[in-house]
């Protein structure tokens, strides 16, 4: 199994900053793409920005030129830096990873690829 971790979130004045992070875990083979989702009251998940293992990333547009993510594949962790907050960024902030795990049992691999949630952190930005 796999574990994401995520912290970084809080509470913000609008045209400040945060930074989330999150921390993958466990029988970890590969990790693919790692990104970031938000949750509005009554919504669904949206994108936020994503990164693949190459260091390609995708933002959505309401967060190009603020919000910046950085993964370190050393350490299965990815980043959001989130600069110029308005109080239209207040929501849940998931991170996501999608892993190819390795598992062996009685001398047979079995390789899978999965996403996995994290458990989601607050950001809150009062104007």
């Known amino acids: 199994q796999v574990q994401l971790v995520e912290s970084g979130g809080g509470l913000v004045q609008a045209g400040g900053s945060l930074r989330l992070s999150c921390a993958a875990s466990?029988?970890?083979?590969?990790?693919?793409?790692m990104g970031w989702y938000r949750q509005f009251p009554g919504k669904q998940r949206d994108l936020v920005a994503d990164?693949?293992?190459?260091?390609?990333?995708n933002y959505a547009d309401s967060v190009k030129g603020r919000f910046t993510i950085f993964r370190d594949n050393a350490k299965n962790t990815v980043d959001l830096q989130m600069n110029t907050l308005k109080a239209e960024d207040t929501a849940v902030y998931y991170c996501l990873a999608d892993v190819t795990t390795r598992t062996i049992d009685h001398g047979i691999a079995t390789i899978s690829r999965n996403d996995y949630w994290g458990q989601g952190t607050q950001v809150t930005v009062s104007s």
């Open positions: 990164i693949t293992s190459s260091g390609i990333t």
């Open positions: 466990g029988s970890i083979f590969k990790i693919n793409a």
